[in-house]
């Protein structure tokens, strides 16, 4: 980040050199984590923020709406 930052560029914008610079484990395929998207879609854990992720909890909250409002209207 601090590279980043002196150079006055986001992360995904440092080159290969720079980020294996910064740490050897920092290799080129870590840039499918420096956009939004790769960043949000690599959440893929239970209540993650992966896209599948968010359909499952989309569809868990749509069903306890349901049953609730079965409920109320008993």
Do not use: F, K, Y
Request: proline letters at 4%.
């Amino acid at each position: 980040m601090r590279a980043a930052e002196q150079r006055g560029v986001g992360l995904q914008e440092l080159t290969d050199d720079e980020l294996a610079a910064i740490s050897p484990e920092l290799t080129p395929q870590v840039r499918e984590v420096l956009t939004i998207e790769g960043s949000v879609s690599a959440r893929d854990c239970r209540g993650g923020t992966a896209p599948g992720r968010v359909a499952e909890q989309l569809n868990a909250i749509g069903e306890a709406a349901e049953r609730l409002r079965r409920q109320l209207v008993r």
